[in-house]
Antibody
Framework: QLQLQESGPGLVKPSETLSLTCSVS??????????WGWIRQPPGKGLEWIGS???????YYNASLKSRVTISLDTSKNQFSLRLSSVTAADTAIYYC?????????????WGQGALVTVSS | QSVLTQPPSVSAAPGQKVTISCSGN????????VSWYQQLPGTAPKLLIY???KRPSGIPDRFSGSKSGTSATLGITGLQTGDEADYYC??????????FGGGTKLTVL
């Protein structure tokens, strides 16, 4: 049974960098079958895709966030991570990690429970 | 402003049928598969429909999907109070990017 779990600080100061890690169990992020992604949801609002990564390190990013986002893999720990720089209050959201059904163009079939990150001084 | 357009809310009585629409354009829905997600209150989204009309294992056949041109529709029959949730459509856009609708809140009266 594939499981994903987000972890990281719940509070980040404005202008600093948000860092989250997604730990994957029950499957390998080194599999050539799947892309792995990050999605966020501001309180009371809809879903926004942030970006996704392949086992080879190939990445796709949301153009509106691309200048501030880095997604990376740590295959030794079976984890992938999100870094979002120069955060503002608008980046306050629940951040989800998820697995694509196959390629980045396919839907997200397994999701983590989400991690609330608040940007505030 | 979401790339895909959904009605903010729909409602129906228990046992009835409801449909939720999702409208896009040729760069997204028109040339790609559509998926639907159910988000129960306080939980993560769950994949409900993929490739326009396929259901993952464990999803009851009360849930169905269809697509025509640049629009897609989610149908739910035999409504139950447990179906009260937010529903999101999603697809790939040629930008390239994953895009979602703004979400539709389903109320079972």
């Amino acid at each position: 049974q594939l499981q994903l779990q987000e972890s990281g600080p719940g509070l980040v100061k404005p202008s600093e960098t948000l860092s989250l890690t997604c730990s994957v169990s029950g499957g390998s992020i080194s599999s050539s079958f799947y892309y792995w992604g990050w999605i966020r949801q501001p309180p009371g609002k809809g879903l926004e895709w942030i970006g996704s990564i392949y086992y080879s390190g190939n990445t796709y990013y949301n153009a509106s966030l691309k200048s501030r986002v880095t997604i990376s893999l740590d295959t030794s720990k079976n984890q992938f991570s999100l870094r979002l720089s120069s955060v503002t209050a608008a980046d306050t959201a629940i951040y989800y990690c998820a697995r694509h059904l196959r390629l980045v163009s396919t839907p997200l079939d397994h999701w983590g429970q989400g991690a609330l990150v608040t940007v505030s001084s | 402003q979401s790339v895909l357009t959904q009605p903010p809310s729909v409602s129906a009585a228990p046992g009835q049928k409801v449909t939720i629409s999702c409208s896009g354009n040729t760069s997204n829905i028109g040339n790609n598969f559509v998926s639907w997600y159910q988000q129960l209150p306080g939980t993560a989204p769950k994949l409900l429909i993929y490739e326009n009309n396929k259901r993952p294992s464990g999803i009851p056949d009360r849930f169905s999907g269809s697509k025509s041109g640049t629009s897609a529709t989610l149908g739910i029959t035999g409504l139950q109070t447990g179906d009260e949730a937010d529903y999101y459509c999603g697809t790939w856009d040629s930008s390239p990017t994953v895009v979602f609708g703004g979400g539709t809140k389903l109320t079972v009266l």
